[in-house]
């Protein structure tokens, strides 16, 4: 099946389908529906299911994912088969990788699930995909950059961002899987955080096991970033 033309594609990690950390994402951002949302959080809950909603909205149009390589436009030399080609090629030469157990971080003013611990097999893996899929990004805009560095980059983030098209790669990448938007008041994240610990007990402390990768794509600016192809992981015969 030829895959869909998307405005923007990435690379990213994506729990397994079932999995305790899908059910848990999937419920959380609100993707299966508002009842499983309510029912998870209950009606004696700090915050609010609108409110809930709210800090949720780019994780929710993102996906519930960890980045390998950062969204992105398709350059117009390629096609969308021949970036699924290179991501099968890619994962052929791989093999899982099992990350530290996961924990809730506050990462700037936004909450997100982190590994405890750093993983040096996991940053190689990122920046093999940021570089394997390279050629397949269309530049940037010079707006697009200035957009970027409106966040009070450092020097070498810059640097990271005019070279591969984003600041947060190569010694910039931090894996995370993003829950909420920003959350400026400290006693409102504080109240998310208590209660994500609770939601997120089953898979907080839990390893993660990465032994595929999974091509999203983003119909328009706005849209949601849907899977379209998940690749296992395969060592070369």
């Known amino acids: 099946m030829a895959a869909p033309t998307a405005s923007r594609y990435a690379i990213y990690y994506a729990p397994e389908l079932g999995s305790a950390l899908d059910v848990f994402g999937q419920t959380w951002l609100g993707l299966r529906g508002r009842d499983a949302l309510s029912a998870a959080v209950g009606k004696s809950s700090p915050v609010s299911l609108d409110r809930i909603n709210e800090f949720t909205d780019s994780p929710r149009r993102y996906g519930f994912h960890g980045t390998l390589k950062p969204p992105f436009e398709l350059n117009p030399a390629n096609r969308p088969a021949g970036l699924i080609e290179a991501a099968q090629v890619f994962a052929r030469s791989r093999a899982p990788i099992q990350l530290p157990p996961l924990e809730l971080a506050v990462i700037g003013k936004f909450i997100a699930l982190t590994p405890i611990a750093e993983s040096a097999a996991l940053e190689r893996l990122a920046a093999a995909c940021v570089r394997a899929f390279e050629g397949f990004r269309t530049p940037l805009s010079r ?3 200035e957009d ?28 995370h899987i993003s829950l909420t938007d920003r959350i400026d008041d400290d006693a409102e994240r504080d109240a998310v955080m208590s209660l994500l610990a609770t939601l997120a007990t089953p898979v907080l402390g839990q390893p993660i096991l990465i032994r595929d990768l999974v091509v999203f794509a983003q119909d328009g600016l706005g849209q949601p970033m849907k899977a379209i192809e998940r690749i296992p992981f395969g060592r070369n015969a």
């Open 143 to 145: 707006q697009q950059e």
């Open 148 to 175: 970027y560095k409106l966040n009070k980059l450092t020097v070498h983030q810059e640097q990271m961002l005019e070279h591969w098209g984003y600041p947060y790669v190569m010694e910039e990448f931090r894996f």
